[in-house]
C-alpha cells in the first residue's frame, strides 16, 4: 500500500518503511480503491524531504526491529526508494509489549511460552488475554510513529502539527528486574 501511496504521489516511504506526508506525517492509514477509469498521474512527491535519515525510529524501535545498518533499495517509477530492513516478527511481539528472554532465562509474559518475559514498556506481568480478534497495541509505535512525529515537528516539516509539543516528558518505563512470576501476589 506505501508503494501505492509513493507512486501516487501522496508522501514518501522513511527509514522506518513508514508512510509519511507532508500534511500529517506518520499519522495516516492508507486505502485504495481500483478502477478502471483513466485517471491523469500526479508526479511522484518532490518536496522537501520528510525523513531526514535521524534513526529516531531505530533508537526508538523497543524490539529493535528497524536495522540501522541495513537498507532495502528499490525502484519506483525510476526513483530509487531506500528504507532500513525490517523485521516482521521483532515488531509482532513488541507491539504486543514482549520482549525475548536471555539466554537460560524463562519468560512468563505469553501464555504457553517461555521465551518471552514483558517489555519496560508494558504496564501488564502478562500479556493480556484478547478481547478482539486484533488490536493488542502495547507498543503504540513508539519509534517507528511516535519518535517520527517528534522528530518531524521538532525540525518543523509537517503542516498539521498540535497545539503542545507532541511529547513533553520522556517515555515511562517498568522495572520488572525484581517481578517474581511465581510469586502468588502475580496470579
Same mark, same amino acid.
Given at each position: 500500500?506505501?508503494? #501505492? #501511496?509513493?507512486?501516487?504521489?501522496?508522501?514518501?516511504?522513511?527509514?522506518?518503511?513508514?508512510?509519511?506526508? $507532508?500534511?500529517?506525517?506518520? /499519522?495516516?492509514?492508507?486505502?485504495?480503491?481500483?478502477?478502471?477509469?483513466?485517471?491523469?498521474?500526479?508526479?511522484?512527491?518532490?518536496? $522537501?524531504?520528510?525523513?531526514?535519515?535521524?534513526? #529516531?525510529? &531505530?533508537?526508538?524501535?523497543?524490539?529493535?526491529?528497524?536495522?540501522?545498518?541495513?537498507?532495502?533499495? &528499490?525502484?519506483?517509477?525510476?526513483?530509487? &526508494?531506500?528504507?532500513?530492513?525490517?523485521? $516482521?516478527?521483532?515488531?509482532?511481539?513488541?507491539?504486543?509489549?514482549?520482549?525475548?528472554?536471555?539466554?537460560?532465562?524463562?519468560?512468563?509474559?505469553?501464555?504457553?511460552?517461555?521465551?518471552?518475559?514483558?517489555?519496560?514498556?508494558?504496564?501488564?506481568?502478562? *500479556?493480556? /488475554?484478547?478481547?478482539?480478534?486484533? =488490536?493488542?497495541?502495547?507498543? =503504540?509505535?513508539? =519509534?517507528?510513529?511516535?519518535?517520527?512525529?517528534?522528530?518531524?515537528?521538532?525540525?518543523?516539516?509537517? *503542516?498539521?502539527?498540535?497545539?503542545?509539543?507532541? /511529547?513533553?516528558?520522556?517515555?515511562?518505563?517498568?522495572?520488572?528486574?525484581?517481578?517474581?512470576?511465581?510469586?502468588? /501476589?502475580?496470579?
Amino acid at each position: 500500500m506505501r508503494i #501505492a #501511496a509513493y507512486l501516487a504521489g501522496l508522501g514518501e516511504i522513511g527509514y522506518s518503511k513508514i508512510f509519511l506526508t $507532508p500534511e500529517f506525517g506518520p /499519522r495516516q492509514r492508507l486505502f485504495m480503491v481500483m478502477t478502471e477509469m483513466e485517471l491523469e498521474p500526479d508526479p511522484i512527491y518532490n518536496g $522537501p524531504p520528510l525523513c531526514n535519515r535521524c534513526m #529516531a525510529c &531505530v533508537r526508538e524501535c523497543p524490539g529493535n526491529a528497524i536495522n540501522p545498518h541495513k537498507t532495502v533499495k &528499490v525502484t519506483l517509477a525510476g526513483h530509487e &526508494v531506500e528504507w532500513g530492513e525490517f523485521d $516482521p516478527y521483532k515488531c509482532l511481539w513488541a507491539f504486543r509489549g514482549a520482549e525475548p528472554a536471555k539466554e537460560g532465562e524463562k519468560g512468563y509474559y505469553i501464555e504457553g511460552r517461555d521465551d518471552f518475559k514483558p517489555s519496560p514498556y508494558t504496564p501488564f506481568y502478562r *500479556k493480556p /488475554r484478547n478481547v478482539f480478534t486484533h =488490536g493488542e497495541a502495547i507498543c =503504540g509505535g513508539r =519509534g517507528c510513529i511516535r519518535a517520527c512525529m517528534l522528530q518531524l515537528e521538532k525540525r518543523g516539516v509537517i *503542516k498539521n502539527k498540535f497545539i503542545n509539543p507532541f /511529547r513533553t516528558e520522556k517515555p515511562w518505563l517498568v522495572d520488572w528486574s525484581d517481578y517474581d512470576p511465581n510469586d502468588p /501476589r502475580a496470579r
